[in-house]
């Protein structure tokens, strides 16, 4: 047959697993839509899954296959990944540290300054400095291939699956967060947010250079 079907409820349900994991696309749609709302959270998502249609389509044309058998390219990838991730901690840390500057002269508003980075370059930059959506794609959609007749069709098929799935999870977050956002005003809870998010930019930062 042109596509194998009895494949697709095991990916559905890996596809769930992965999606639910949060990682760097997920802070940074939180921390986006609480601090700007919905339209930035939106603008967001849609850099990351620009990005990662480049990536799943890169898997899919069998370049992400010869990115990843050439060690020196996917280390500077990598490397590229976790600079870009340790400049969106340093933003949030530098932030933090003129709220506080501002906070002890008297200055400090109570509603949090919207952030100046342009939303869908951001999202864009994020998913596509990281390598491991490529790896992952790499990995994981073959797996489901199983007996179809035209695999690469049914590559197609399973990123556009797994696409679909992660943005409705993805718009989800974002729609979410949007609408507590006016109850996450206090100044302590927007500190308490961006030094989590730092702290997981920073993480995931050192696991894609020690991965």
């Known amino acids: 047959m042109l596509l194998d079907l009895t494949t697709v409820p095991a990916f559905l349900l890996a596809s769930a697993v992965v999606i639910l994991t949060p990682g760097v696309d997920a802070f940074l749609l939180l921390r986006t839509s ?23 389509a890169a898997v899919i044309s069998g370049l992400g296959a010869l990115i990843t058998r050439q060690p ?30 501002e906070s002890a002269s008297g200055a400090l508003d109570a509603t949090p300054a919207p952030d100046p980075a342009n939303p869908y370059l951001r999202g864009l930059l994020s998913n596509i400095t990281n390598p491991k959506m490529l790896l992952f794609s790499l990995a994981f959609l073959p797996q489901f291939v199983g007996v179809a007749a035209n695999p690469a069709l049914q590559l197609v098929a399973l990123g556009v699956i797994f696409l679909v799935l992660a943005a409705i999870w993805e718009l989800t977050i974002v729609l979410a967060a949007a609408r507590i956002a006016d109850r996450l005003r206090h100044p302590r809870v927007a500190k308490s947010l961006d030094m989590v998010s730092a702290a997981a930019f920073l993480t995931i930062s050192v696991g894609l250079v020690a991965g």
């Open 34 to 56: 609480l601090r700007s709302g919905v339209r930035p959270g939106l603008l967001t998502l849609a850099g990351i899954h620009t990005a990662s249609i480049v990536q799943v």
């Open 72 to 101: 020196a390219v996917l280390a500077v990838l990598k490397w590229i990944g976790a600079a870009y991730l340790i400049y969106l901690a340093a933003t949030i840390l530098r932030g933090l540290w003129l709220t506080r500057k």
